[in-house]
């Protein structure tokens, strides 16, 4: 079972990047998805989060409102659009799956990516 996160970047203040995380192995039709993002220094913490269905999602409160994540779940892929960045979002970013809805803490996933860098410069 492998989970791809693609998509990071080196952008500026204001731009727009897409993550894409591809699982292979399995399909993932049935988990949660989420994304969660890791800052130099920082612990790893929780930014987005797609039901099973695609019917429900989640968001820290730094990142609602500029972030959205989605699922192609025959294409056994989720997504993480990012807009309006701002350099606080620059971070190491994984996507990870689980089976409950307890999709804030890492503890509760199940499967993990190995992350992809995005840098925002100002």
């Known amino acids: 079972v492998q989970l791809q996160a693609s998509g990071g970047g080196l952008v500026q203040a204001g731009d727009s990047l897409r993550l894409s995380c591809a699982a292979s192995?399995?399909?993932?039709?049935?988990?949660?998805m989420g994304w969660f993002r890791q800052a130099p220094g920082k612990e790893r913490e929780f930014a987005a989060a797609i039901s099973w269905s695609g019917g429900r999602t989640y968001y820290a409160d730094s990142v609602k409102g500029r972030f959205t994540i989605s699922r192609d779940n025959a294409k056994n892929t989720w997504y993480l659009q990012m807009n309006s960045l701002k350099p606080e979002d620059t971070a190491v970013y994984y996507c990870?799956?689980?089976?409950?809805?307890?999709?804030?803490?890492?503890?509760?996933?199940?499967?993990w990516g190995q992350g992809t860098l995005v840098t925002v410069s100002s």
């Open positions: 990870a799956a689980q089976y409950n809805w307890k999709i804030v803490t890492t503890d509760n996933y199940d499967y």
């Open positions: 192995g399995r399909t993932f039709s049935r988990y949660n």
